[in-house]
């Protein structure tokens, strides 16, 4: 049985982490135009909010990638199931992922990215779980670590549900 969500990070928390990270972003790509790159489906909200606060030239794109299926552990094998539609090469791509977890799917990403020659290859992270790798990530922008609890909400479902919540919950 699955108890209903906690409160974990608040929507207002979530506001001054990513106008931290667009700061610290619009900083190191200054005169720059760089290509977010969007991991789907988890990382929309946080990425619709980062480009907003980033207020500076964007490219996007997003990827999608899949390890979970309908259960509340990976299975281990990652697929990128949709690849890019915009040529990375020789760009200054900043990949965007709302979690990172066991660091399988960011890490098979990474390499799908570094394999297209982009100029510099950055990750911004939502949230970490470190407590979970299984990957050695290196998390460039992080907003937040987190315990190791099952979190929804701000864009992160578990099986299609709670992506809707404004806050970052936990459930059991």
């Known amino acids: 049985m699955v108890s209903g969500p906690r409160i974990l990070l608040t929507k207002n928390?979530?506001?001054k982490a990513v106008a931290r990270l667009a700061a610290e972003i619009r900083k190191d790509y200054q005169g720059k135009?760089?290509?977010?790159?969007g991991i789907l489906k988890g990382?929309?909200?946080?990425?619709?909010?980062?480009?907003?606060?980033?207020?500076?030239?964007?490219?996007?794109?997003?990827?999608?990638?899949?390890s979970y299926g309908t259960g509340k552990e990976s299975s281990g094998k990652v697929?990128?199931?949709?690849?890019?539609?915009?040529?990375?090469?020789?760009?200054?791509?900043?990949l965007v992922e709302?979690?990172?977890?066991?660091?399988?799917?960011?890490s098979v990403v990474m390499d799908y990215l570094r394999k297209k020659k982009p100029a510099s290859l950055k990750?911004?992270?939502?949230?970490?779980?470190p407590s979970r790798r299984e990957m050695p990530v290196t998390i460039d922008y992080l907003g937040f670590t987190v315990?190791?609890?099952?979190?929804?909400?701000?864009?992160?479902?578990?099986?299609?549900?709670?992506?809707?919540?404004?806050d970052i919950c936990c459930i059991d």
């Not at 609890?149 to 404004?166: A, C, M, T």
């Open 33 to 37: 135009q760089p290509l977010l790159i």
């Open 13 to 15: 928390q979530i506001k």
């Open 98 to 106: 709302d979690i990172i977890d066991t660091g399988l799917t960011v």
């Open 43 to 66: 990382s929309f909200v946080f990425m619709a909010d980062m480009v907003r606060q980033l207020d500076m030239p964007v490219e996007m794109d997003f990827v999608k990638a899949s």
């Open 147 to 166: 315990p190791n609890k099952f979190i929804v909400g701000y864009g992160i479902d578990w099986n299609e549900q709670y992506r809707h919540l404004p």
């Open 79 to 94: 697929h990128v199931v949709q690849g890019l539609k915009t040529p990375i090469k020789g760009k200054d791509v900043i």
């Open 123 to 129: 990750l911004c992270a939502l949230a970490d779980k």
